[in-house]
């Protein structure tokens, strides 16, 4: 999980391989938060697998590569 | 993940935001116990470990090890395991926070302060390889 400099970076990067998903990184940073933000806390508990698809369906992460196991 | 479990992931944490860096076993009581119930919250994904050491290799987002993601936070330099981690530091310490790496690609170090949740550089683009069914297959390559 990787931050390039831009799409041109990026292909380079890749040489021919299959890309992943690309995001921008204000979305990054807000998926970020949403995803770790009680990491630390004393009162932390698992998260379900639901809960987190629901972070990422919230930030419009959809589709197959977004589907966690 | 039982209650034993949870505590002990609890104090390992804790140490980590304490200390700034992850414990060793013997730190939070006797190390065969500690580390059997590390290897459990491994299995569970709470925590990574190193499967060589048994030592702590992940408290995520936190690195425990060296990486090339650096990040300035709550007035100390941490490590994060990758882009989305190193965001998550600044999330899980509750901080606004510097993050400095550089471009896979050029090699070309790049800093991003976040305030308030926002990084200030809205240029660089954000790119997972591995499809999140996968993540955990080799979490230490995604």
Redesign the interface.
Same mark, same amino acid.
């Given at each position: 999980?990787?931050?390039?400099? *831009?799409?041109e970076? #990026?292909t380079? =990067?890749l040489g021919g391989?299959e890309?992943?998903?690309?995001?921008? /990184?204000?979305? #990054? *940073?807000? #998926?970020?938060?949403a =995803? =770790?933000?009680d990491? /630390?806390s004393?009162d932390? /508990?698992?998260h379900a697998r639901e809960q987190n698809q629901a972070i990422?369906d919230r930030l419009d992460l959809t589709g *197959?590569?977004?589907?966690?196991? | %993940?039982e209650a034993p479990d949870?505590d002990l992931?609890?104090r390992t944490?804790?140490h %980590? $935001?304490e200390q700034g860096r992850a414990p060793v076993a013997g730190e939070l009581g006797d190390a065969d116990e500690v580390r059997a119930g590390w290897r459990r919250l491994h299995d569970?994904h709470?925590l990574v470990l190193n499967p060589a050491t048994d030592e702590i290799r992940m408290l995520?987002?936190f690195s425990a090890v060296p990486s090339a993601w650096r990040v300035h936070a709550r007035e100390r330099w941490w490590y994060a395991n990758?882009?989305?981690?190193?965001?998550? +530091?600044?999330?899980? @310490?509750?901080a606004d926070g510097r993050i400095e790496?550089s471009?896979?690609?050029?090699g070309?170090p790049?800093a +991003?302060e +976040?305030e308030g949740?926002?990084?200030d550089?809205?240029?660089? @683009?954000?790119? +997972?390889? $591995?499809?999140?069914?996968?993540?955990?297959d080799d979490i230490v390559f995604?």
């Open positions: 999980m990787n931050l390039f400099r *831009s799409e970076h #990026l380079r =990067w391989r890309p992943g998903a690309t995001t921008t /990184v204000m979305k #990054l *940073s807000e #998926l970020a938060h =995803w =770790w933000d990491r /630390v004393p932390w /508990v698992p990422l *197959s590569f977004w589907r966690l196991a | %993940m949870l992931r609890r944490y804790a %980590m $935001v569970e709470a995520n987002p990758c882009a989305w981690d190193a965001f998550g +530091v600044c999330a899980a @310490l509750h790496s471009c896979p690609d050029c070309e790049f +991003v +976040v949740g926002k990084p550089d809205e240029s660089l @683009l954000f790119h +997972v390889l $591995v499809p999140a069914a996968h993540w955990w995604t």
